[in-house]
């Protein structure tokens, strides 16, 4: 069939998977207004679990999910105890924030180098079958659909979690009004610090994928990874989670429709259309229309 | 002469001696070079994130365009590097005013917004679609104004303009109404500031600093591709040192650019990736435990720092 | 304009926050050396008002004149200039900059009616504090510090928000005695005010909001006997 109906469901493809690899930086802004600029480098650190779990061990890289959910969400604790509570009683935690992360992926990307090397590493994408899945009279590869899959699962527990959950509905209340909450009796540092750490072990989960759908693995593309996450949460809109699978599908069909049909191009585009969307509507597409001063 | 103004004039001058006289002690002139055009960067960031407290996480982006606008302006106009160096920081103000729609946008949104920026320009000179005009991906070539003393000794002229405009914007009112719009807009125009052209004038002149500088540095090392230019690396370099020596002092990113910058050809070159632990570790730190810089260290036993 | 026209004239001003009507056809107006006083509930569209005549947000409807020329399309910082300002309900000022420095911002931009800050604060009693930071302030000195920032850009219109509100007996008739005394020199004066006392003792008339609209204009003595007003502050 046509390019175009190619490049169209690849887009949805790619899309819910860009979500859960938006998703995490979105809700670590939406609950603590911190940016963390060190997304990507998470990210790429779940991408090694995934290469040595299937070159070490040669296990299947889905069996990295639980390890790297556990691993992941337990090592952010203590992390967010030591950098967030410290930098939230600063004058300016959102600006310092972006410095204080940027700090940290430097040092993420320099013990990466120390641990794995910089030579780029990939999986093959014949992990999960060989053959290719037909949809609608398209070919796809199966890591293509596997990873949509599992970005789409990622995406509903978030949801779940924060609509009915006690904690959820905690961390929600955070989100739309922080004094209040506080006034409230509800413990801002322990729904934070969950908040944090499903944020990043949601990252590291988008990292088992990203082989398949990014590219191969380097300590040094984290960086990279945080602006086109930050890109695909300022279109759905930040601080809004669930925002984040209408910037991710969108983002996923231009990417698509990009490479398809202007290749050349297809590396700026993540910048240009963060910059168009933040001038046309800062607040995102499903983002409320704030008063500035 | 007030106390204050005689430190703004105290700097430059020892600036000027010092770089004059080093290359007659110590023969890594390009080190010397990089330490100017990072000290030059460090007070144009300066203005506009010291005093206005908009962080630039793409500045490099004018750094980028002052050296290709330069390196255009000699390869297509056959200008001699002087002016090419003036085309550059024109090309970089030119790239100021196109962006100033940014300032809608607050705190972290303009932060990300202006890396786009630098990142969306430099995937565009690296086009290889643009290859007829930038050489896209191969990079630039002047062998044919190769001079590495005449580019040394426009940066030194480049650092003192950016000293000697920091030291009177810290010393005026117009530093003033910046510092104003940095604490509360609102504020600020309650008091009669005119918000949207300060800042905008503030920001030209920022990016000013880095065009000059960008092209001054393609001069000197004359063959340069879009990566080099264009490295996320010199902007966030440019900030640390900025943040460690102190914001909205003159002389704080000298000193942080000095300690740092010295620190990174120590080990930084030999072996960088302990550099870049160390670096990202101190960042850390700095942002935790000294938000205010070294300077601020100094402040609190009294001494009084330009 | 001939010499008894109002300084200030508003008209017919709208302005709503999505569904919610803060302002719904509000129409007054201030002579020079005159104060005005605006009471009214919580909510009924009095700092709305202020901020509508310094821009600190676009309105949606009706217009303002300032000393016959119309500046509801102008940014905050031309009405400025040309000779309005006010103070905060909550002080705002520029917490790191020196006490001075706050005024000496303010101070820069009215060439014609050039201030001097020392005698700003001097007056106010701010003078001893000039050299420390603004932060440094307790709330009352941040309340005289916002007046002294407001005087320093040579106001012909001050509105003033709530100044009142947590100052003791003396400090409040200390500023009913300065008010008087800034309109005395010809300045005209808009006081937003919960503290009947204080506008008893400062207004020369009286305006009464409610939900967006004025009720009452006139003398307080009358206002206090008007049955929309009665039913403005104690019905509801």
């Known amino acids: 069939m046509s390019l175009l109906e190619y490049a169209v469901l690849a887009g949805i493809f790619y899309g819910l998977y860009f979500a859960l690899v938006g998703v995490g930086l979105n809700l670590i802004f939406g609950v603590m207004r911190i940016i963390n600029l060190a997304h990507g480098d998470f990210l790429i650190l779940g991408a090694y679990g995934a290469f040595y779990v299937f070159h070490l061990f040669g296990w299947n890289p889905l069996w990295a999910i639980p390890i790297e959910l556990v691993v992941f969400f337990g090592l952010s604790l203590p992390l967010y105890y030591l950098l967030v509570p410290r930098l939230q009683k600063s004058g300016d935690p959102e600006m310092l924030s972006f410095i204080l992360f940027f700090g940290l992926s430097q040092v993420i990307e320099a013990l990466a180098v120390f641990a794995f090397g910089n030579d780029q590493r990939s999986i093959p994408a014949s992990v999960f079958g060989g053959s290719p899945v037909t949809i609608a009279g398209q070919v796809y590869p199966a890591s293509w659909v596997v990873s949509a899959a599992v970005g789409m699962a990622g995406i509903t527990l978030i949801y779940l979690y924060l609509y009915h959950t006690r904690i959820g509905r905690a961390t929600r ?24 750490g499903i944020g990043i072990a949601t990252a590291a989960l988008a990292g088992i994928f990203s082989p398949f759908m990014i590219g191969a693995i380097a300590p040094s593309l984290g960086m990279g990874i945080t602006v086109t996450s930050f890109t695909i949460i300022v279109i759905g809109s930040l601080g809004n989670p669930l925002g984040t699978v209408l910037g991710g599908l969108l983002y996923g069909e231009a990417l698509m429709l990009m490479q398809t049909f202007l290749t050349s191009w297809a590396e700026m585009f993540p910048y240009a259309l963060l910059i168009l969307v933040l001038l046309v509507k800062p607040t995102g597409l499903l983002g409320k229309a704030v008063r500035s001063a | 002469m007030p106390k204050g103004w005689r430190s703004t004039t105290l700097i430059p001058v020892i600036t000027l001696l010092a770089f004059a006289v080093l290359p007659h002690l110590y023969n890594n002139q390009f080190l010397l070079f990089n330490m100017m055009m990072y000290m030059a960067l460090a007070q144009g960031l300066n203005i506009i994130y010291g005093y206005t407290g908009y962080l630039p996480f793409g500045y490099v982006g004018f750094f980028g365009a002052g050296a290709y606008g330069g390196a255009l302006a000699i390869t297509f106009l056959h200008w001699s590097p002087y002016l090419a160096v003036l085309a550059g920081g024109g090309a970089a103000v030119l790239l ?24 969306a320009l430099y995937y565009v000179v690296a086009n290889p679609g643009l290859e007829p005009l930038t050489q896209g991906p191969y990079g630039i070539s002047l062998p044919q104004v190769y001079d590495p003393n005449g580019a040394y000794w426009t940066m030194l002229a480049i650092l003192l303009f950016s000293l000697i405009i920091s030291g009177v914007i810290r010393r005026s009112r117009f530093g003033l109404a910046l510092s104003a719009i940095r604490e509360s807009p609102l504020s600020a125009s309650m008091s009669g500031v005119n918000v949207v052209k300060l800042r905008s004038i503030s ?7 880095a065009g000059l500088a960008g092209a001054a540095f393609g001069w000197y090392i004359s063959v340069f591709y879009p990566e080099t230019v264009f490295g996320l ?8 040192f900025v943040l460690f020596g102190g914001i909205g002092t003159v002389l704080g990113p000298m000193i942080g650019t000095l300690i740092l910058y010295g620190v990174y050809n120590y080990i930084g070159i030999s072996t960088p990736e302990y550099f870049q632990l160390a670096y990202g570790l101190l960042i850390m730190i700095l942002v935790l435990f000294l938000p205010n810089g070294l300077v601020s260290l100094a402040r609190k036993r009294g001494l009084n720092v330009a | 304009m001939s010499p008894d026209a109002p300084i200030l004239k ?3 001003l709208k302005k709503h926050f999505g569904g919610l009507k803060a302002l719904d056809g509000v129409s007054f107006d201030i002579h020079a050396g005159e104060i005005l006083g605006l009471a009214g509930p919580n909510g009924s569209g009095k700092t709305t008002t202020i901020n509508a005549i310094t821009g600190v947000f676009p309105i949606d409807g009706g217009e303002i004149h ?7 399309r102008l940014p905050t910082f031309r009405r400025v200039r040309h000779g309005i300002n006010r103070t905060f309900q909550v002080p705002r000022p520029f917490p790191a900059l020196t006490v001075l420095e706050n005024v000496m911002v303010a101070g820069t931009y009215r060439s014609e009616r050039k201030s001097d800050p020392h005698r700003i604060l001097e007056d106010l009693g701010l003078a001893e504090h000039a050299d420390r930071p603004a932060k440094s302030l307790n709330s009352s000195q941040q309340k005289m510090l916002g007046l002294a920032s407001a005087l320093a850009t040579s106001p012909q219109l001050l509105l ?6 947590g100052l003791n007996p003396e400090e409040l008739s200390g500023m009913a005695a300065r008010l008087r005394s800034y309109a005395a020199q010809g300045m005209a004066i808009l006081v937003v005010e919960h503290l009947m006392d204080f506008l008893d003792r400062v207004t020369d008339r009286l305006i009464v909001m409610d939900a967006g609209n004025t009720l009452f204009t006139g003398k307080l003595q009358q206002a206090t006997q008007d049955p929309r007003v009665i039913e403005a502050f104690l019905g509801g």
């Open chain 3, 160 to 165: 003033v928000d709530e100044i009142g509100a």
């Open chain 3, 10 to 12: 508003v008209e017919g």
């Open chain 2, 203 to 209: 920001w030209l002149l920022s990016a000013l600093i």
């Open chain 3, 66 to 72: 300032f000393g016959g020329n119309a500046i509801h």
């Open chain 2, 233 to 240: 690396g010199i902007g966030v370099f440019t900030i640390v």
């Open chain 2, 96 to 119: 100021g005013m196109i962006l100033i729609p940014l300032f809608r946008l607050s705190g972290a949104y303009f932060s990300i917004a202006s890396l786009a920026a630098a990142e």
């Open chain 1, 173 to 196: 209340a955070i989100m739309t009004e922080r004094s209040e909450a506080v006034v409230t009796g509800i413990s801002v540092h322990r729904v934070s610090a969950v908040a944090f």
